[in-house]
């Protein structure tokens, strides 16, 4: 049965919302602190990346480590993640997008990443070959991704163990400590991959009526 289709058109815009320029970008998801976010524009210098936390006291801590190492290539946004996307991203824009141990939803299954109809617009964001990175270190959850991603998204992934000297998040860290098993998806958008979504401009701010 076909996923119900995301009503974008619904989102308002998140407060303090500044739009984007169109060129490429890679985001996070739910940086918490910043620990990967600052490592990866470190590390891939030439790379933009916004990373987006909804939890003010870990995006103030994310902000204040990015003010001390400065990397010019590193966007830190306060906001939910859903309407911000909407709002500020243009179709196939993403070359990345990073979701390292997001909230495994353990009582609202529907409000895990793969089984949202959000994830078709996620999708549409999507450059063609450009990939979604989603990390967890709960086995039941990677696997109901790998199933949706195979089943319902018919899109090709690569199943990973990560490796134990990872260090990516403070979370990985605290998981692999323990000797918990953390594996992660590398979701790949494929040639001529078609959503609902591919024609939908940004909104960029300009709250949309919302029928009653």
Known sequence: MPIRQFQAQRMHAPRD??????EAVCIEVGAGKGKHALLFTKTHPDT?????????????????????EGQANLQTVHADALPWIVHALYPEQVEQFFILYPNPEPHNPAQRW????????LLSRLKTGGTITLASNI????EEAEQQAEQLWKLPFIKEVI?????RTHFEIKYLERG???QQLIITKPEAYVTRFDDFQPLQGQNASIAE
């Open 17 to 22: 919302f500044q739009s984007i320029s169109p």
């Open 48 to 68: 933009q990346l916004i990373a987006i936390e909804r939890t003010r006291e870990k995006f103030l801590a994310m902000q204040k480590q990015h003010g001390i």
């Open 114 to 121: 793969v089984n949202m109809p959000f994830f078709e617009f």
């Open 139 to 142: 086995p039941a959850y990677i």
């Open 163 to 167: 490796a134990q000297d990872s260090a």
């Open 180 to 182: 918990e098993l953390c």
